[in-house]
């Protein structure tokens, strides 16, 4: 079992709906990464939490440490948010990145 | 504008050679890491660096080399002895790095390097 887990692997979208992406992990963090890969490969960092909730425009990613779950939602979706998410947790006994596999997104207009 | 580029966007290996992937970046970061991206598999970190002329290894070290002379380069060699290179190889940078491990703060990426092996 993959020390931090996203669900679901897939996910389709029609334009406006709301999105949301889960990831959970099973080791001790002191900060989760939500990443943007697009289709030609290269990666955004869109948020950094180690609690509570960011808000970037459309973006929101909340985290519940107690729980071990983070969820990254995507407001009035766009077919220009299609690409992967990815999440990583940052493990504080090993100062390890465990990265998550990511969740394809495909937004139609 | 400040970023990080990644030379050349696709890398084809021959079969015993040694193959050496660049990667710049403008942000005067500290810190600089190589991770390898395989088709469903999560990133996993090669090597990083903290410091000039510093580095260590990350998960998956054996079969590739870097050096780390100048603050702004961090380039990464793909030994002979790397059996499986094929795989989309991406470089980062973050803005201290001896403040923690690999992942304690935010990292810029650079758009990735293609290596096919002939």
């Known amino acids: 079992k993959n020390e931090v887990e996203q669900s679901p692997q897939n996910l389709t979208a029609q334009e406006g709906e709301f999105i949301t992406i889960n990831c959970s992990y099973s080791v001790g963090i002191s900060a989760l990464h939500w990443l943007q890969q697009h289709p030609g490969g290269g990666i955004v960092s869109l948020f950094m939490?180690?609690?509570g909730k960011k808000k970037h425009g459309r973006l929101i990613a909340t985290i519940n440490i107690q729980e071990k779950h983070s969820s990254l939602h995507i407001t009035a979706s766009h077919p220009r948010d299609s690409a992967v998410y990815i999440c990583a947790a940052f493990a504080y006994n090993t100062d390890k990145l465990i990265f998550g596999t990511g969740t394809r997104l495909q937004v139609f207009p | 504008d400040g970023g990080i580029t990644q030379s050349p966007k696709y890398l084809f290996r021959k079969e015993g050679q040694n193959v050496t992937l660049s990667c710049e970046q403008n942000l005067n970061h500290d810190a600089m890491y190589w991770y390898r991206q395989d088709p469903g598999q999560g990133l996993r970190l090669i090597y990083y660096?903290?410091?000039?002329?510093?580095?260590q290894k990350g998960d998956i070290a054996e079969g590739y080399s870097v050096s780390r002379e100048k603050k702004e380069s961090f380039p990464l060699t793909v030994t002979s002895a790397q059996k499986n290179p094929t795989a989309f190889y991406l470089c980062?940078?973050?803005?201290?790095?001896?403040?923690?491990?690999?992942?304690?703060?935010?990292?810029?990426f650079g758009p990735g390097t293609r290596l096919l092996v002939l």
């Open positions: 660096s903290q410091i000039v002329n510093d580095f």
């Open positions: 939490l180690s609690s």
């Open positions: 980062a940078s973050s803005i201290r790095g001896l403040a923690g491990g690999p992942g304690s703060e935010t990292q810029y």
